[in-house]
């Protein structure tokens, strides 16, 4: 047997298999005993349970991220952009957007070039699709978000029904837009550095929402678009690349997806 074993793991007292995956990091002094016709004895084990890297990169990101809208009228202005591009715009999210839409927002044509000629405009439109995507997530995400619209008031913190929208717009994205087999178009940047930015934020701040498929299918969009997929452009490397386009390439990564 074995007892005061660390969060997540389990003895099966009949074939003494310790199996799970730990929760908690830290560390553990466990009792391990075995018996037998001549007696039973006991074992110390200390066990060291280390943190999850990429989970303290993403908590060290969330709250650089939901810090920046602390200030009280940050949060207003979350709160307003976020509920405008949600449900109040001119131009409010297209919740049932299926195959056979060519946006999430009707001022933001993302199908090159059916439903928009020029590239580098359709690659501009994916990232500002993703950029609203990531205010509604910042909204849900921080503290005091909220907004009254005719006397009627939505709180936007932890709102399960954005939750819902935030990430139905991210399934339709990687399976229409930046997905994970598609040949990208117009500005590299877009697709290889800010729209991958955008598109990683908004995963940290809603991630415990997020299912094992979900963050499955959105690392293979992620991976298709960076410099070493079959979209690397053949002037983009890591060499090159000074000041502010690393620190964004390096924004890329905290979710656990790879380069």
Known sequence: GASNLPAGLSN???????????????????????????????????LTINPDYFALIRSRRSSSLIADGLAASSV??????????????????????????TALWSDLPL????????ANTASGNMVTTFSRIEKMAQAWATPGCSVTVNSVTTTLTGNAELATAIINALDWMVANNYTSTATQYGNWFDWEVQGAQNFVDTQILIYSQLSAAQIASYAAAFDNYGPNSANNRDYFSWGPLTGAKVQCGARCFPTGHRW
């Open 12 to 46: 099966n007292p009949s074939t003494g298999l310790i199996s799970g995956t730990p929760t908690v990091a830290g560390t553990n002094n466990v009792i391990l005993s075995a018996s037998n016709a001549g007696g039973t004895s006991t074992k110390n084990l200390t």
């Open 76 to 101: 207003s202005s979350i709160s307003s952009k976020a509920y405008g591009f949600w449900k109040s715009n001119s131009v409010p999210l297209n919740t049932s957007a299926n195959s056979s839409s």
């Open 111 to 118: 199908k090159y070039p059916s439903a928009v000629s020029d």
